[in-house]
């Protein structure tokens, strides 16, 4: 009789790349979403594993806490291990994402963390006085026009704006504490500030679980032969595949970040 020789189900790894933004081709529930869900039926019915490749330094608070939110109910409901491993960047809204593992690791030169919220936009008010342009601008309601940048910032604006994005940092703090309990070995004013740190500091701080990348990761679930099933999101068509995948992603990204709007980066 011939041998039979046991062969392990290649483990699911979910690419998770990009500035997180509601717009097409930007990291979102949307595109995320099947890709996601897709890892949870393969891991449910083979090794109980999932990875999650996350490379992203945020945007928006929304879909990021999206994303978070639905991969914890999948994980929840299939019983399934989730192991986000950081690749170059894992910040802000990345690193809000990464939170939704059971577990994170990181290359020791990661960048990580980044636990803040940042918002702003441009102020030309000045300038359309100098060339004595008049700005025309009719509203219902009082703060309707709030933050125009064509006119002149006023300080209950920016009582307003402050105030937003504490709110937003305060649920941001909420979700990594939740996430992180019992693992968190730095001051939380120190991991809070907004700025970030390479995954070696990181891990003493306790924002990851241990070093390493998906490779190391997929052995050590698997052993040498273990294989893995990549998914990822579909390349660009048309013109943005002609500019070149990297080309159109920098533009999209710049155009992203120049947008007057909260985000966590």
């Avoid at 914890?72 to 989730?82: D, I, L, N, P, Q």
């Avoid at 636990?115 to 100098?130: C, H, N, P, Q, T």
């Avoid at 701080?205 to 040498?224: K, N, Q, Y």
Wanted: net charge positive; aromatic share 6%.
């Amino acid at each position: 009789m011939p041998l039979l020789f046991w062969r392990a189900r290649p483990i699911p790894v979910v690419e998770l790349r990009g500035v997180i933004a509601g717009r097409a081709g930007a990291l979102n529930l949307q595109s995320a979403g099947p890709l996601i869900e897709r890892g949870f039926a393969l891991a449910k019915t083979g090794g109980k594993r999932l990875i999650l490749a996350v490379d992203s330094p945020g945007g928006s608070p929304v879909q990021s806490d999206l994303i978070g939110q639905f991969i914890r109910r999948r994980a929840v409901e299939t019983g399934v291990k989730v192991t986000a491993v950081i690749g170059d960047v894992g910040a802000s809204g990345g690193y809000w994402i990464a939170c939704a593992a059971d577990e994170i690791r990181a290359n020791p030169m990661s960048i990580v963390g980044s636990i803040g919220v940042i918002g702003g936009g441009f102020g030309v008010d000045r300038l359309l006085r100098r060339l004595d342009v008049d700005r025309r601008l009719y509203t219902a309601g009082a703060n309707k026009g709030r933050l125009d940048p064509f006119s002149p910032e006023r300080p209950e604006d920016l009582e307003f704006t402050r105030a937003l994005l504490e709110d937003l940092h305060g649920h941001f703090k909420d979700w990594v504490r939740t996430r992180r309990t019992g693992r968190l070995r730095a001051p939380e004013e120190t991991l809070f500030d907004g700025s970030y740190m390479i995954g070696s500091k990181a891990l003493a701080a306790g924002l990851i679980d241990s070093l390493g990348d998906v490779d190391g990761l997929l052995r050590e679930i698997g052993g040498t032969r273990a294989k893995s099933v990549w998914l990822r999101p579909k390349r660009a068509r048309g013109l943005l595949r002609l500019l070149g995948r990297g080309a159109s992603e920098a533009a999209l990204d710049i155009a992203e970040t120049l947008r007057p709007e909260t985000r966590l980066r």
